[in-house]
């Protein structure tokens, strides 16, 4: 089997996660300035097999699709036009920066590393593979 990667795409920076070959294990693989993730991206597809790119789909409380959604939509076509052989697949993505930041706390994370914004987007897009392998 090959793995599923997740992404908890932003502006500035997006958190990647990647499943185990088996795709039964989300983990955080890293946090990368969202300029550079299309090289990156076709790095790590060059050295790993994946078979689908989850991105995150930020919604409003009432469901309907948030402002970022706007930048997301053509960074899919991208990703579509660049891989056209790994499908893309969206999973909600809703309060995953809020589980993240509680989750880092119940970890016992010190004051200095919740404030990271990277590990909370790579903590964010790992809930995003999670909640879409359970989803699966």
């Known amino acids: ?5 997740a992404l908890d795409y ?3 920076r997006t958190g990647i996660a990647v499943t185990d070959e088996l795709q039964m294990i989300a983990s955080g693989l890293t946090t990368i300035a969202t300029a550079n993730l299309k090289d ?7 050295k790993e097999k994946v078979e689908c790119i989850v991105v995150g789909e930020p919604k409003q409380m009432d469901g309907s ?3 970022s959604e706007q930048e997301i939509r053509p960074f899919i076509g991208q990703l579509t036009s660049l891989f056209p052989d790994i499908s893309i697949e969206r999973q909600d993505e809703r309060f995953t920066s809020k589980i993240a930041t509680k989750s880092m ?3 016992g994370l010190k004051k200095k ?13 790992t ?10």
Request: aromatic fraction near 6%.
């Open 127 to 136: 809930l995003i593979l999670q909640a879409y392998l359970e989803r699966k």
């Open 40 to 46: 990156f991206l076709t790095q790590y597809l060059e």
């Open 105 to 107: 706390l119940e970890a």
């Open 65 to 67: 699709p948030s402002e």
């Open 10 to 12: 932003g502006s500035v």
């Open 1 to 5: 089997m090959a793995r599923i990667l």
């Open 113 to 125: 590393q919740r404030q990271s914004k990277a590990l909370v987007d790579e903590i964010s897009a």
